[in-house]
Each structure stands twice: as structure tokens, then as C-alpha cells.
């Protein structure tokens, strides 16, 4: 992060977190395994401040996620209409001719709690376009790439690679019948060849709930998914992506011991109120 992003980000960390109780406030400065102290007689948001200032970007940005500031999305106060909210938000950049293929690999990813944008069908006829691509460009998250024939050849494809790629968010590709080149080849691509969108959509879910860069963000996903389960079946399955996290916020225990009490697939799911209870102890100690 740039120094400006540094100053905007602390603030905001510092106006949020300072709304909550001295125990929290230390508990969750704690977590995240940055200083605290038992002896301040101050504000709390100039405590705040003090402890996190010299944080490095990478735990920074962490304790923002925690705190619900969507760090990396593009200017501040601007939220397009076209993602979902409390979605992953991926730009699907592709060729005109596969926008078919693209937005049913669009909706299959909607039901795993990820948004995307795909320039033919998210633009209204009236919008300029080249804005509206600009735009998802400057607040996406992830960009995945569809790599079919005659990519590589249109200036358009590659712009967004590249910008997206100079934002420092994670770029995926997925190969058809184009071999990633260029920056982006030097990362892992998908196979798409003879996939299904479902299929391929399952692939990046399980990516993006590993990978350094979106596996906090997709925790909260996840654990909203639990919340609302809508099935016996839907919740187990949840449960299990639950005890595949990787990352925990200090919240995550509440929210799961909640949706116990208030959603009855939970509650009545064989087994998984006890798995419940295992995973936030497992965490609290």
C-alpha cells in the first residue's frame, strides 16, 4: 500500500474498532498478534492507532477485512451496482463470441458467494461501456481469464490482464484452446477443455478459499453460507468447509454458535452442532 492507503486504512480501522469494548479491542489486536497494552489511560482510537500503525501491509490489511473495510476495491464511497453484496467480486474478462460460456460460469459462481462481472451482459445499453469496464476493473478482487482462441490477439483481453495484474490482485487463467502467455503464464492456469461451467466453478471456489490473497475474504463467505444453510444436507456440507478454514476472526465462533440457535437445518443436522462446538473450541485455545 502506498503511504496515503496506509493512513486512510489505519484511520478507518481505528473509527471502527474503536466502537467496541477495551476487552475486544485487545482481544482482537491479540489475534491478529499486534501490540496491546493493559496500561493505556487514553482515547481508544489513538490507542488503536499506537498499536497498529507499524503493522505491516499484509496484517494491516487483514484486521481491515476483519473490520468489514472492503480494502482493494477501488475508490473509497464508490460501491457499483453490479456486485452482489458481501460477494467475492471477480472480473471475467473474455471474448465476445464466449459471453454465453462466461455467464454461465457467472451464475454457477453466484451460488458460492462470488460476483461477477461480465462486460456483456452487466452493462446497461445506455452506460458508457469503456467506464463501466473501467470501473469493474478498479473494484474487482479477482480477475479470471478466459483463454480461448484469438485472446492473446485482442487489445481489450489483454488491457484487463494487464490491469488488473498491475493492481497486485490475483489473476487467474483458464486455458481452452489459448496457452497462458505473458505475465499471467507464469501462474497455474485452469484446464477448461471439456469442462463444464459447475465444474470449473467448484474449481475456482476451491482455489480461492486457499489461495494467501482471498482465503480471508472467502472465510467470511463461507461462514455465512453456514448461516444460511438451507438444508440438512447444505448444512453438512458447509460444516465441512468450516473445518477446512484456514484463517478464523475472533467473530466467526458467535456467528456459527448462532446459526445453531437460529437455523433449524443446523441445528437439525445430524452431528453438526457437536462439530460446531469442537471447531470454536478448537480456535479458542
Same mark, same amino acid.
Given at each position: 500500500?502506498?503511504?496515503?492507503?496506509?493512513?486512510?486504512?489505519?484511520?478507518?480501522i481505528?473509527?471502527r474498532? !474503536? +466502537?467496541?469494548d477495551?476487552?475486544l479491542?485487545?482481544?482482537?489486536?491479540?489475534?491478529?498478534?499486534?501490540?496491546?497494552? *493493559?496500561?493505556?489511560?487514553?482515547? =481508544?482510537?489513538?490507542?488503536?492507532?499506537?498499536?497498529i500503525?507499524?503493522?505491516?501491509?499484509? @496484517?494491516?490489511?487483514?484486521?481491515a477485512?476483519?473490520?468489514?473495510?472492503? %480494502?482493494?476495491?477501488?475508490?473509497?464511497?464508490?460501491?457499483?451496482?453490479?456486485? =452482489?453484496?458481501?460477494?467475492?467480486?471477480?472480473?471475467l474478462?473474455?471474448?465476445?463470441?464466449?459471453?454465453?460460456?462466461?455467464?454461465?460460469?457467472?451464475?454457477?459462481?453466484d451460488?458460492?458467494?462470488? !460476483?461477477c462481472?461480465?462486460?456483456?451482459?452487466?452493462?446497461e445499453? /445506455? /452506460?458508457?461501456?469503456? *467506464?463501466?469496464?473501467?470501473?469493474?476493473?478498479?473494484?474487482?478482487? %479477482?480477475?479470471v481469464?478466459?483463454?480461448?482462441?484469438?485472446? =492473446?490477439?485482442?487489445?481489450? /483481453?489483454d488491457q484487463?490482464? +494487464?490491469?488488473?495484474?498491475?493492481?497486485?490482485?490475483?489473476?487467474?487463467?483458464?486455458?481452452?484452446?489459448? *496457452?497462458?502467455?505473458?505475465?499471467?503464464?507464469?501462474?497455474?492456469?485452469?484446464?477448461?477443455?471439456? =469442462?463444464?461451467?459447475?465444474?470449473?466453478?467448484?474449481?475456482?471456489?476451491?482455489?480461492?478459499?486457499?489461495?494467501?490473497?482471498t482465503?480471508?475474504?472467502?472465510?467470511?463467505?463461507?461462514?455465512?453460507?453456514?448461516?444460511?444453510?438451507?438444508?440438512?444436507?447444505?448444512? @453438512?456440507?458447509?460444516? !465441512?468447509?468450516?473445518?477446512?478454514?484456514e484463517?478464523?476472526?475472533?467473530?466467526?465462533?458467535?456467528r456459527?454458535?448462532?446459526?445453531?440457535?437460529?437455523n433449524?437445518?443446523?441445528?437439525?443436522?445430524w452431528?453438526?452442532?457437536?462439530?460446531?462446538?469442537?471447531?470454536?473450541?478448537?480456535?479458542?485455545?
Amino acid at each position: 500500500m502506498t503511504p496515503s492507503e496506509r493512513i486512510n486504512v489505519i484511520s478507518e480501522i481505528s473509527r471502527r474498532l !474503536s +466502537g467496541a469494548d477495551w476487552p475486544l479491542i485487545d482481544q482482537t489486536l491479540r489475534q491478529f498478534s499486534l501490540p496491546w497494552s *493493559d496500561t493505556w489511560s487514553g482515547d =481508544k482510537d489513538v490507542y488503536i492507532i499506537q498499536m497498529i500503525e507499524n503493522a505491516d501491509d499484509e @496484517k494491516l490489511l487483514e484486521l481491515a477485512h476483519h473490520v468489514g473495510i472492503e %480494502v482493494g476495491r477501488g475508490p473509497v464511497g464508490i460501491d457499483p451496482p453490479f456486485w =452482489k453484496d458481501g460477494h467475492l467480486r471477480i472480473f471475467l474478462s473474455h471474448l465476445a463470441e464466449h459471453r454465453a460460456f462466461a455467464g454461465s460460469l457467472k451464475e454457477e459462481l453466484d451460488s458460492y458467494g462470488i !460476483s461477477c462481472f461480465v462486460a456483456h451482459d452487466d452493462i446497461e445499453p /445506455t /452506460t458508457e461501456w469503456e *467506464d463501466q469496464i473501467l470501473l469493474a476493473l478498479s473494484t474487482c478482487e %479477482v480477475l479470471v481469464a478466459l483463454l480461448h482462441s484469438g485472446f =492473446k490477439s485482442s487489445n481489450w /483481453t489483454d488491457q484487463e490482464v +494487464g490491469f488488473c495484474m498491475g493492481r497486485g490482485i490475483p489473476s487467474f487463467s483458464i486455458r481452452f484452446d489459448q *496457452d497462458p502467455y505473458g505475465f499471467i503464464g507464469r501462474f497455474q492456469a485452469f484446464n477448461g477443455v471439456r =469442462k463444464d461451467p459447475d465444474v470449473l466453478a467448484q474449481e475456482i471456489f476451491d482455489k480461492l478459499r486457499t489461495h494467501k490473497q482471498t482465503k480471508r475474504r472467502m472465510a467470511e463467505i463461507i461462514v455465512s453460507r453456514f448461516e444460511n444453510s438451507y438444508s440438512f444436507q447444505n448444512a @453438512k456440507s458447509n460444516m !465441512s468447509l468450516l473445518e477446512d478454514l484456514e484463517v478464523w476472526n475472533p467473530g466467526f465462533s458467535q456467528r456459527i454458535r448462532d446459526a445453531v440457535n437460529s437455523n433449524s437445518q443446523v441445528s437439525g443436522s445430524w452431528g453438526v452442532p457437536g462439530r460446531v462446538e469442537t471447531l470454536c473450541k478448537k480456535w479458542e485455545s
